[in-house]
């Protein structure tokens, strides 16, 4: 096995398994074995609204039960907070991070008095209210105790690269990275102190990972990933984006739909062979 090629399976612990995880998990297992390599596991367990104990453990059982094997300890990102706030100093310490104030129903309003917004993989792209402060008015706002969230300034970040931004997608081929399809994204959630984008990548570095396979939903975040990973001085792995399993309508598999769990179709009486094939292998 060579150990320096390595892949990833990263759930969030917010319900049970569908088939839809199953179809990434064997995605991201398949890619490890076809390069020699180890598959991985992490729990992505920072929306403490949504994330539950019970739901991790039962992540765990239905792998296992699947025929899963992957290294242990595995890295829950809640218990590692404080390293992706450091990730984050280190940004704004560069200027490269400002304090947005706005809730979603402001900026909703602007975008509506502006009579629109660019769009992006998350919704609208945020218009730039809280970027367009001065250093002053910021400042006061946060010794005021106003509640915040921290945002990219992507056009001072996009300063700071020097050369193209490009990776692998082992399905499209070569790729160019353009951040702008994301603008200036939260990358510190006033509730968390973190978010997606920077704990998937500082993890991805942290933990040594070459190839990542995720749904094709995520694609257009690795334009960002990129840029964060060139900010940070990371390594750019190796992707694989695959195509979402979807139910008899075309619709995506989905918790917030009910999908129907691999704990349900254990408890029909389902094998994993059965399963697995239902995820499309």
Not at 23 to 41: D, H, K, P
Not at 237 to 247: A, E, G, I, K
Request: glycine content about 8%; charged content about 25%; aromatic content about 6%.
């Amino acid at each position: 096995m060579n150990a320096t090629t390595l892949s990833r399976f990263a759930p969030s612990p917010t319900g049970r398994l569908h088939c839809g995880h199953v179809c990434s998990a064997l995605n991201a297992r398949q890619l490890a074995l076809e390069t020699g390599g180890q598959f991985l596991l992490r729990i992505e367990d920072i929306d403490f609204t949504r994330c539950r104990t019970e739901y991790t453990e039962g992540i765990f059982e239905d792998l296992a039960w699947l025929g899963f094997q992957w290294p242990v300890p595995v890295r829950c990102q809640s218990q590692h907070l404080a390293e992706y706030r450091q990730t984050a100093e280190t940004l704004l310490q560069r200027g490269l991070l400002y304090p947005c104030f706005c809730t979603r129903q402001e900026i909703q309003r602007e975008i509506a008095a502006a009579g629109g917004a660019p769009h992006g993989s998350e919704g609208p792209l945020y218009p730039g209210t809280c970027r367009r402060l001065s250093k002053d008015e910021q400042q006061f706002r946060v010794n005021r105790g106003d509640s915040f969230a921290l945002r990219l300034d992507l056009a001072a970040a996009m300063a700071t690269v020097c050369r193209p931004m490009e990776w692998l997608d082992l399905n499209r081929g070569p790729q160019q990275a353009a951040p702008e399809l994301l603008g200036d994204v939260v990358l510190v959630r006033r509730d968390i102190g973190c978010s997606y984008h920077l704990c998937v990548v500082h993890d991805d570095a942290l933990q040594a990972v070459t190839h990542i396979s995720r749904g094709e939903d995520l694609f257009e975040a690795t334009h960002l990933h990129r840029l964060l990973q060139e900010l940070l001085q990371l390594p750019i792995p190796v992707y694989q984006h695959h195509s979402l399993l979807r139910d008899a309508d075309g619709k995506r598999l989905a918790k917030r739909d009910r999908a129907e769990t691999v704990q349900a179709l254990r408890q029909q009486g389902l094998t994993p062979a059965d399963v697995m094939h239902r995820a499309g292998f």
